[in-house]
C-alpha cells in the first residue's frame, strides 16, 4: 500500500503539479515580454553561437533530445508557402540559448507560449515554453521556423495540435513585429529520425508524400505522440501569411 500510494503520488506530481508550475511561469514569461515590448525595453537578441549545447542535428526531437536543421538557405516560392517577409523587414538575429525571446499564439487551441532557443528539457521546455530547433530560420524568414513543445506534462502547450485545420493560424510575436502563418499540412506520425520534417523546405523522408516540394517562409510544430509516450513524431506545418507591426 504504501508503495502503491507514493507511486499515485508521483503521478499526480508529474501530471498535475509540473502542469501548474510550467503555466504559471510560461505565462509569467509572456507577460513579461509584452511589459518589455509595451515600454520599449530590452536588448536586440544576440546572435547564437555557431556550437553550443544543443549543437548537431537530429529529427523532430523528443523534447530534451539535441536538435537543430542545417541552416536555411532558400528564398520565398510557391507551393503555398505564401511570400517571403518584405525586403525591408530583415528577421531578427538568432536570441542566446534558453532565451525566451517571442511569444507563439495558436488561437483555435487556445494557446499562448513563450518561445525560447533550443529545445533542452530542463532549460526550455520543462518550463512550459516552446523550444525553436536551433539552426532553423527565424519567424519570417525564408526557410523553416521549427518549434518543439511538450504534449503532455509541463504545461503541455502542444497537447492538441492534432486538432488544428486547415487555414487555422498560427501567430509568433516579436517585440514590434507579429508573423501570422495558417496552417498548411500535418504529418499524423513519423520516426524521430525523420529530419526532413524540420529541412529549409519541410518534406518527410520517411512519409515522401508529406511536405512541401518549393522553397518558402514556414513553420513547422513537433511534438511527442501517442499521448503519453515519445514513441512517434506527430508534425504540423504552416506557411507565412503576413506580417504585421505591433
Known amino acids: 500500500m504504501t508503495a502503491g500510494l507514493v507511486l499515485l503520488l508521483l503521478v499526480v ?10 503555466l504559471a511561469g510560461a505565462r509569467s514569461q509572456v507577460r513579461a515580454l509584452e511589459r518589455e515590448w509595451e515600454h520599449g525595453g ?3 537578441p544576440a546572435a547564437a553561437p555557431a556550437a553550443g549545447p544543443e549543437a548537431g542535428r537530429t529529427g523532430p526531437a523528443e523534447p530534451g533530445a539535441t536538435p537543430a ?5 532558400n528564398g520565398g ?12 523587414r ?3 538575429p538568432a ?4 532565451q525566451a525571446y517571442a511569444v507563439l499564439r495558436i488561437p483555435r487551441l487556445g494557446v499562448v507560449a513563450p518561445v525560447a532557443e533550443g529545445i533542452s528539457k530542463r532549460q526550455v521546455l520543462d518550463k512550459g515554453y516552446v523550444g525553436h530547433y536551433a539552426g532553423t530560420a527565424q519567424p519570417g524568414a525564408p526557410g523553416n521556423f521549427a518549434l518543439a513543445g511538450h504534449r503532455n506534462t509541463h504545461g503541455e502547450p502542444f497537447r492538441y495540435i492534432n486538432r488544428l485545420r486547415t487555414g487555422d493560424e498560427l501567430i509568433v510575436d516579436l517585440r514590434g513585429r507579429r508573423y501570422t502563418y495558417v496552417v498548411g499540412r500535418r504529418l499524423d506520425q513519423t520516426l524521430e529520425r525523420d529530419t526532413g520534417v524540420i529541412d529549409p523546405v519541410p518534406r518527410s523522408l520517411v512519409h515522401p508524400e508529406a511536405g512541401y516540394r518549393s522553397a518558402g517562409s514556414y513553420i513547422t510544430l513537433t511534438t ?9 513524431r506527430l508534425v504540423v506545418w504552416g506557411t507565412l501569411r503576413g506580417v504585421a507591426d505591433r
Not at 506530481?13 to 510550467?22: C, E, F, I, L, S
Not at 516560392?77 to 525591408?88: H, I, L, Q, S
Open 13 to 22: 506530481h508529474q501530471v498535475w503539479w509540473t502542469n501548474r508550475q510550467a
Open 42 to 44: 530590452g536588448a536586440e
Open 69 to 73: 536543421a542545417e541552416p536555411p538557405a
Open 77 to 88: 516560392g510557391p507551393d503555398g508557402a505564401g511570400a517571403p517577409p518584405p525586403a525591408r
Open 90 to 92: 530583415p528577421a531578427p
Open 95 to 98: 536570441p542566446r540559448w534558453d
Open 224 to 232: 511527442c505522440t501517442p499521448e503519453f509516450t515519445s514513441r512517434y
